[in-house]
């Protein structure tokens, strides 16, 4: 593909916003336009909802079949509402219970000359020079969990670039930062950028968002040929993603 391909697709793949009327209720609708066949609409477990149309529908179209869709919609974002309840804002104080690769640990709190996280036994230990700063305190915890993300995902991605090799002649990029709504993205190019808030989910769930974005380094959208691959590379994918999908990560 042209460097001036290249820069149609961007444009091209530019997202819509769309606002689906239903009863009483509005449901905002990301749209994307990209090469396939049919509309296709995801529910993300954040409850923001995307579609991804075909290049020559215009927007009137989507808009019809998002509103046909309508009842189903509502029925995922009911679904996650049961997953989602709403938790107290974080203190960061001792007694509170946070997860790592799918298991709560317990934070302790402590003063001390520095600041660091070790993980013994079913707690988390914290200790800072500065107990009293809830600002403090969240960025060493979040400091540990992003590079504990980086060495555990970065192994677990190496486990599956051998059983990919011969398939892509891309060498991924990997990448690393917090992110709000997605697990995983791959880009044209091969760089693969993970949410180090994975690290809180179980193994299995891990394993199956790194093959999943790996596997876009063979085919580059969501088409039958990708699902495929996947489903040959990891049969219960399906259950994993489920799993995934009822975490909650906070």
Sequence with gaps: MSV????????????????????????????????????????????????KAPLDHSMEEVQAKLEKRAPWMI?????????????????????????????????????????AVKLIGKFFMLTTTQPENLERKQQILQD???????????????????????????????KYRRMNKR????????????????IKAPTHCIDYVVLHELCHLVHEGHSAKFYHLLDVLMPDWKKRKERLEKVILT
């Design 183 to 198: 697990w995983g993205s791959c880009t044209p190019a091969g760089v693969i950028t993970f949410n180090t808030e994975l």
């Design 144 to 174: 540990w969990y992003t590079s504990h993300a980086r060495v555990f995902i970065q192994n677990r991605a190496m486990l599956f670039v051998d059983r990919l090799i011969g398939l892509s002649a891309k060498t991924p990029e990997i």
């Design 75 to 115: 029925r995922q974002l009911e679904y996650f509402d049961q997953y989602h309840p709403v938790l107290p804002d974080r203190q960061y104080i001792s007694g509170e219970t946070y997860y790592y690769l799918g298991r709560q640990y317990r934070l302790k709190v402590t003063a001390g000359s520095e600041n």
């Design 4 to 51: 001036s391909q290249r820069q149609l697709m961007v444009i091209i793949e530019s997202p819509k916003m769309i606002t689906v009327s239903y009863s009483n209720l509005q449901i905002p609708v990301t749209v994307w336009f990209e090469e396939r066949n049919r509309l296709r609409i995801t529910v993300q477990p954040d409850k923001s909802i995307v579609a």
